[in-house]
């Protein structure tokens, strides 16, 4: 059984910044990639960032410079330090657990789902 919890979310204004953090209740974190993804309103889920078990990130380019992804293994934790928030950002944000592959350097989102936090960023 693998468990993830966000917490963090909330009403921010432009400019400002939010931890997200994702615990995860599952044995082996510290062997899986994780992901950040987000989904708005009328839109598709998309992923935001992700990080491998060795630490290698990568970003979408929307959020490139402004957000920052990392993991803590002792707590079972990633987190998502979005600064420089923009309204574009406003979404569900969700986090999830799965598989990075190096040999296309892509991550693959696994079933296992957070119920997400809400982030909304007034102008």
């Known amino acids: 059984q693998v468990q993830l919890v966000e917490s963090g979310g909330g009403l921010v204004q432009a400019g400002g910044s939010l931890r997200l953090s994702c615990l995860v209740f599952a044995s082996g974190f510290s062997t899986s990639a994780m992901g950040w993804y987000r989904q708005a309103p009328g839109k598709e889920r998309e992923l935001v960032a992700d990080?491998?078990?060795?630490?290698?990130?990568n970003y979408v380019g929307s959020v490139k410079g402004r957000f920052t992804i990392s993991r803590d293994n002792a707590k079972n934790t990633v987190y998502l330090q979005m600064n420089s928030l923009i309204p574009e950002d406003t979404a569900v944000y969700y986090c999830n657990a799965g598989t990075y592959y190096s040999t296309n350097e892509k991550y693959y989102p696994s079933s296992y789902w957070g119920q997400g936090t809400q982030v909304a960023v007034s102008s």
């Open positions: 990080i491998s078990s060795t630490g290698r990130t």
